[in-house]
């Protein structure tokens, strides 16, 4: 197999393959659709794809499945290649008072779609990962974010503590998760240019950048936990 064909991934379920589409952050090379289905949803696919000139393949259900990871895919699959990322530069540019978060250190993918499309939805500008290679587990990251992991804008920093300084030089106020000497997440205001960084499951935010932080937030529980 050749090194273009093996940076191909396959998107599963038509709102990935829609999300695909609808992204300046990948290729999208061709859309399976199992032979036999025709709905109206279908064929809107269908006329996105050819206004792209992305080829759509009309392919036996044994072939969907056989490309297919899950069995969730309702006959529909895209054929895509690597995900493109922007630089930290170009996330802040990208609105005159970003909102910009990272997410360190969420190591499951579904945790991971899920919380990037909460960002989505809450109208963050961009995102910020560390470098990893989320490429195995791009079909999983699309469907659970519901394709909003094919429309956020994302770069890569090697380290959140790079990341904070980066955007601090460019007069965005550095926030945080925390528990504790945080204010209500509420009473944030996120409308002033903003870098907030998300911790993960296990090991949440370090020490180190908490101290560091312009702001801290939290969300506030509606009741105990042991």
């Not at 895509?80 to 250190?105: E, H, K």
């Not at 429309?151 to 965005?172: C, K, N, S, Y």
């Amino acid at each position: 197999m050749d090194e273009q064909a093996q940076a191909r991934t396959i998107l599963e379920g038509r709102i990935s393959a829609a999300a695909a589409l609808a992204s300046p952050y990948r290729s999208v090379h061709r859309i399976l659709i199992a032979e036999g289905k025709n709905d109206r949803g279908l064929r809107w696919l269908a006329h996105r794809a050819a206004e792209q000139d992305v080829p759509v393949v009309h392919a036996p259900e044994e072939q969907i499945n056989a490309l297919a990871q899950g069995t969730s895919h309702g006959g529909v699959l895209a054929e895509v290649g690597p995900r493109r990322t922007l630089t930290l530069d170009d996330l802040v540019g990208l609105s005159p008072a970003p909102f910009i978060v990272m997410l360190d250190g969420i190591e499951d993918p579904y945790n991971f779609g899920h919380a990037l499309r909460a960002l989505y939805a809450a109208g963050a500008d961009g995102l910020v990962l560390r470098p990893r290679n989320w490429l195995s587990a791009a079909t999983t990251v699309a469907r659970s974010s519901a394709g909003a992991s094919e429309l956020m804008p994302i770069a890569v920093a090697e380290t959140a503590l790079d990341a904070a300084a980066f955007f601090r030089e460019q007069g965005l106020v550095v926030a945080c998760a925390a528990a504790k000497d945080a204010v209500p997440v509420e009473e944030a205001d996120f409308t002033q240019p903003l870098f907030l960084l998300i911790g993960g499951e296990k090991r949440g935010v370090t020490r180190s950048f908490v101290d560091q932080a312009d702001l801290r937030v939290w969300i506030p529980y509606g009741r105990d936990f042991p």
